[in-house]
């Protein structure tokens, strides 16, 4: 029942999200080269300084935390407000009266879920972001794909990499936990499941940002 639920959570936390990240990932890789490339006209600096900053840019910050804030609003509102229906109909009541851990069946699911699924959604931001800025920076002009390439992997510190899925898995677990709270403890009727569901948002979005700076002193500094 477990490893059931755990595969449907798979599909509704992850991998209905894939297209959502895709396409916004493209475009933000798009966007950091284009403004990058537009503030280093100076013919002192080489173009593959452009791809150095992408590559930065969304490994470091794009890519593992404002993709999670974007997860925190889909998949975040998404649990609570699940959960609270759940609870306003009475769904949960009638699991625990039939002997079932409702807290660890219609939680532990989602929660190993976005962790073990959200790496795998970061990891593929990384790619396409990287991806939309060497393409559309070819597009523009603004930079070549030979100096692109160079600067991509000039002096490329592969721990970036490892400390963005690190924060990932966190804020994974963050999302799923907060806005699993909101909504299984939510009392009332639909207003409340949709107010439980808006105050999860603000709340996990809050958290992340605070565990990205406390995170990013651990681990960087």
Do not use: C, H, W
């Not at 509102?77 to 306003?88: C, D, E, H, P, W």
């Not at 009541?93 to 039939?98: S, T, W």
């Not at 790619?127 to 920076?137: A, K, P, R």
């Not at 930079?143 to 804020?171: C, M, N, Q, R, S």
């Amino acid at each position: 029942m477990y490893f059931d639920a755990f595969l449907i959570e798979i599909e509704q936390l992850g991998i209905n999200s894939v297209g959502l990240v895709a396409i916004i990932s493209l475009f933000v890789g798009a966007v950091v080269t284009i403004q990058t490339a537009l503030n280093l006209e100076n013919p002192l600096i080489p173009p593959y300084y452009i791809a150095i900053a992408t590559r930065e840019s969304i490994i470091l910050e794009f890519s593992p935390t404002m993709v999670s804030l974007i997860l925190a609003g889909k998949v975040g509102s998404n649990i609570a407000s699940t959960l609270g229906t759940m609870r306003v109909s009475e769904q949960i009541d009638a699991l625990e009266v039939m002997g079932v851990n409702s807290a660890s069946y219609l939680i532990l699911p989602k929660v190993l879920a976005a962790m073990v699924f959200n790496p795998i959604l970061i990891s593929m931001s990384m790619f396409l972001g990287i991806l939309g800025g060497y393409v559309f920076g070819q597009l523009t002009g603004m930079v070549g794909p030979e100096d692109f390439i160079e600067g991509l992997l000039l002096e490329f510190k592969a721990f970036y990499v490892t400390y963005a899925l690190i924060k990932t898995v966190v804020f994974a677990f963050i999302i799923t936990t907060v806005s699993a709270y909101f909504g299984y403890y939510v009392k009332g009727g639909a207003v409340e499941v949709g107010q439980s569901s808006t105050r999860a948002v603000v709340a996990s979005s809050l958290i992340i940002i605070l565990a990205n700076y406390i995170l990013t002193q651990i681990i960087l500094s």
